[in-house]
Structure formats: C-alpha cells, structure tokens
C-alpha cells in the first residue's frame, strides 16, 4: 500500500484544526503529524520547526484577511474597509484568533526563514500602501497625518475592537461595527474641519 502524500496545505490546515479545537499551544509537531497520520519526519521535510510553520499560518490567515480591506479601497469605500475586520472575524474566527500569534514586527527578528520574512515584508508594503491609498481618497493627500490617521482607522481600530472578543473566543458583537462607524465618522470629521481653519 503506498504512503500518503502530504502538501505543505495539509500540515497547515491540521495546525489551524488543532488550535481552533485546543488553542495555537496545542499544535505541536506531534499532534499535526498525528492528525494527518503522517510520520513526524513528514513534518521536518517541510518545516524546520513549528514557529516556522505557524509563522506560515499567520501570514496565510493575514493575507486572506486583507483581501477584503484591499477590494474594499479599489472600490472607493472606506467605511467598508474599516468594517471588514469585524466581519471577517465573525466568519472566520479561528483564523482571526490564529492572528492574535504574532505582529509583523515578530518576523523582522533573526531565525525565520527568508522566504517567511520575505513574505510578511511584502504584505506589510502592501499594507502600507493600502493607508497611503486611503489617505489619498478620504483625506485628499497622504501626508505623514493622513497616513498615521488612515493606520488607525484601517487597523488599529478594528483590531483593537475586536482583540477582546478573540480572546474570550467569541463573536464581535454587533455594536463594535456601530463604534467603528462612530469613531470612523468623527475622525475624518475633525480632520476635516481643522483643514478649513
């Protein structure tokens, strides 16, 4: 009977199982490897440790999550792209928790493979040209301010509105969209109002 062959996917997919039943600690290489049913030394052909692998998870988990912000600023809408991390959190609330791993800046340390750090540099390049784009489109110019304000509205609002709710693994609720909204409202307001001082 011949062996199964695994892809780099499966061991990815077993990961994001395992932590979605017993948390990100509970993927450890034995426990993806039994999963799949594949010797652990399937596991070290392919990844040269569990970070490694789980830093793979996380800028596959990041990369999907941005796709709706990045459509939703092609389309002009800002709003949008500010509510699509609640929303996204709702449907994917596994993944969502997965990101709670690491911060991008993790990666920029020694010990990660290029590719990996490779990877995560050009996701945040494409990042940051996502608030240069938005800036650009709310504000009228992407300045130093504009950018810093488009940061905050695009990521570390909605981050920060849902990262409570990741922890207790539950479902933002749906007044974090309607905070959202409000904070998003009042800082374009205001950034808009001080221009024509």
Same mark, same amino acid.
């Given at each position: 009977?011949?062996?199964?062959?695994?892809?780099?996917?499966?061991?990815?997919?077993?990961?994001?199982?395992?932590?979605?039943?017993?948390?990100?600690?509970?993927?450890?290489?034995?426990?993806?490897?039994?999963?799949?049913?594949?010797?652990?030394?399937?596991?070290?052909?392919?990844?040269?440790?569990?970070?490694?692998?789980?830093?793979?998870?996380?800028?596959?988990?990041?990369?999907?999550?941005?796709?709706?912000?990045?459509?939703?600023?092609?389309?002009?809408?800002?709003? $949008?792209?500010?509510?699509?991390?609640?929303?996204?959190?709702?449907?994917?609330?596994?993944?969502?928790?997965?990101?709670?791993?690491?911060?991008?800046?993790?990666?920029?340390?020694?010990?990660?493979?290029?590719?990996?750090?490779?990877?995560?540099?050009?996701?945040?390049?494409?990042?940051?040209?996502?608030?240069? $784009?938005?800036?650009?489109?709310?504000?009228?110019?992407?300045?130093?301010?504009?950018?810093?304000?488009?940061?905050?509205?695009?990521?570390?609002?909605?981050?920060?509105?849902?990262?409570?709710?990741?922890?207790?693994?539950?479902?933002?609720?749906?007044?974090?969209?309607?905070?959202?909204?409000?904070?998003?409202?009042?800082?374009?307001?205001?950034? $808009?109002?001080?221009?024509?001082?």
């Amino acid at each position: 009977m011949a062996r199964p062959k695994f892809a780099d996917r499966d061991f990815l997919d077993a990961a994001l199982a395992i932590a979605a039943e017993r948390g990100p600690l509970a993927a450890t290489v034995g426990a993806i490897a039994e999963r799949l049913g594949a010797p652990v030394g399937s596991f070290y052909h392919r990844f040269p440790s569990r970070d490694v692998l789980l830093g793979e998870l996380w800028l596959r988990t990041v990369l999907d999550f941005q796709q709706g912000i990045t459509a939703a600023l092609d389309a002009g809408d800002g709003l $949008r792209a500010a509510l699509h991390t609640p929303q996204w959190v709702r449907t994917h609330l596994d993944e969502a928790r997965l990101l709670l791993l690491y911060n991008r800046d993790d990666f920029l340390q020694g010990g990660w493979p290029e590719a990996l750090r490779d990877g995560v540099a050009a996701q945040t390049r494409h990042m940051e040209s996502g608030f240069s $784009r938005f800036a650009q489109l709310v504000f009228g110019r992407a300045g130093r301010d504009e950018i810093r304000r488009a940061q905050f509205l695009l990521a570390e609002l909605p981050v920060g509105a849902v990262r409570q709710h990741l922890q207790r693994r539950e479902m933002p609720p749906p007044i974090v969209d309607e905070l959202i909204r409000i904070t998003y409202d009042a800082v374009i307001a205001d950034y $808009r109002a001080r221009q024509k001082r």
